[in-house]
């Protein structure tokens, strides 16, 4: 694998993390290094364990996250900095494939650091593949993206009141 793409998994639809997670199995099961950082979460995604068990290296905040919202100002500069963090191990971490999930929700609300993560991606190895998801990328992401798939959502069970299942949404 010479050339590493960029993939952007975008919109208000679900299937963002979901399609950028399948992309990492794939890539396990290929023999390939997966690293997924994910932003603004607090690490209790079904997901991980099972990508931790495959090989993957994973990085993510800490249990009872709060959303930046809710966040007092120290709060989000300590955040910010444990975000960036994140990104910095990543980048020391050898992978062929990167996801880095609600890239573009911390992007846009100033939570990871736009030149480090444009290093993460415009940057990044030779042969390194890298996934963004969010709802609303960066103009460079649009840009710079060899994929770009957005999500639109027509029907979703929470509008009828169905919760978040675990194993399904959780």
Not at 30 to 47: C, M
Not at 73 to 92: G, H, S
Not at 143 to 153: H, I, N, V
Request: aromatic share 6%.
């Amino acid at each position: 694998m010479k050339q590493g793409l960029m993939h952007l998994y975008w919109g208000e639809g679900k299937g963002k993390t979901t399609a950028a997670m399948g992309l990492a199995l794939r890539a396990l099961g290929g023999g390939l290094r997966v690293t997924v950082v994910q932003f603004l979460k607090d690490g209790t995604s079904g997901e991980l364990d099972g990508l931790r068990r495959l090989g993957a290296t994973v990085l993510t905040g800490e249990p009872g996250l709060k959303f930046v919202f809710q966040m007092t100002p120290d709060e989000r500069a300590q955040t910010r900095a444990e975000q960036n963090a994140l990104l910095e191990r990543a980048l020391e971490t050898p992978c062929d494939l990167l996801v880095l999930d609600e890239a573009c929700a911390a992007w846009r609300l100033g939570m990871v650091d736009d030149l480090l993560l444009q290093k993460a991606v415009l940057h990044r190895p030779e042969g390194r593949e890298v996934v963004l998801t969010g709802r609303d990328p960066a103009p460079w992401m649009k840009l710079k993206a060899d994929y770009s798939t957005e999500m639109r959502c027509e029907r979703h069970p929470y509008d009828s009141g169905i919760s978040a299942r675990k194993g399904i949404e959780c």
